[in-house]
């Protein structure tokens, strides 16, 4: 058993040259607890700004004047190395992915987490990178399909910024929801759009997809690049706007959808859910795996200890799919 694990410090808010390499003594896990030694564990627009403690209000769960946690990271995949005297459902050797929570600290050698957190059993047909990545924009956009904006089979849907971390996911769930599925991406992008079920692919450079006379029953605006207002006259009379990005035009827009009209602006803070909510739907993506109805992509895979050149990577906003350390 290693004596000392490798994790990345993040003891002030900043940009990704905050970040510092730490060697620890190995923690041991408690009664209820299992040490998994990391594989992978993801890279996400989120990490990056839970590091700038952006945006401020986020302060308030994170710490006030510095993070509180004082490791970064949220999801990660791995074997379980030590379980303690408590732990019924997880033994050694079993290999898991999970989330840290507001504990943070993914991006390390190994993590100790409670049996009853948001774990699960990793199917050994997915990838320990592949599951890394599975409660950032897998779950989130599976949240907001299902649970969000509840899409119907035959619900026309536009997916905005169809080709980052959400945007792949949920162009997939869409499609296997039996939606009629359109996304904006970049001309780079469309044809892996295409690839992955799009029915219509809508370039965010050179047109407008509110603008050209199409009616949505839901718009999932997975980067924040419109707003209720600008979405409402091309949605349809009990069409629903979904944004996992929150900021006061939003919280506004939520207020009074839910008071007055039919049509509804939404927010969600997926990765908030109890683990039980998180288990339950992760459980739904993995048969969806299984079925070959969704599968992550992959953008760029680092070294754990290039964090930094990879919180760079995921900062310029290009990605496609989903980074990982290793
Ligand atoms: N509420 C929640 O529970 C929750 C959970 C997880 C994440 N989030 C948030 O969700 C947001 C999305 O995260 P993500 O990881 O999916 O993003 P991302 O992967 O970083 O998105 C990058 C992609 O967006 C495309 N893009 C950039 N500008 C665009 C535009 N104007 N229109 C269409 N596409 C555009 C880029 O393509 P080009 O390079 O070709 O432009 C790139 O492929 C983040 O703000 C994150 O914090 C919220």
Known sequence: METTFNAWDVSRYGGPDVLTSVSRPAPTPTAGQVLVRIRASAVSRADSMMRAGQPKFARLFLGLSRPRSGLIGTCFSGDVVAVGDAVRTLQVGDAVFGEAGLQFGANATHICVDETASVLTKPETVSYEEAATLFDGAMTSWHFLTRVAKVQAGETVLILGGSGSLGTAAVQFAKALGAK????????????????????VVDYASQDPLKDGCAYDVVFDTLGVSSFRATKSALTKKGRYVCPVLG??????????????????????????????HRAELSEVLALMASNQFSPVMDRTYPLADLVEAHRYVETGRKRGNVVVV
């Open 181 to 200: 599925v359109s996304a904006s991406a970049s001309a780079r992008n469309a044809e892996l759009i295409k690839s992955l079920g799009a029915d219509v």
């Open 248 to 277: 006061l035009a939003l919280l506004r827009d939520m207020l009074l959808t839910a008071v007055f009209g039919r049509k509804q602006a939404k927010f969600a803070a997926a990765g908030m859910s109890k683990p039980e909510v």
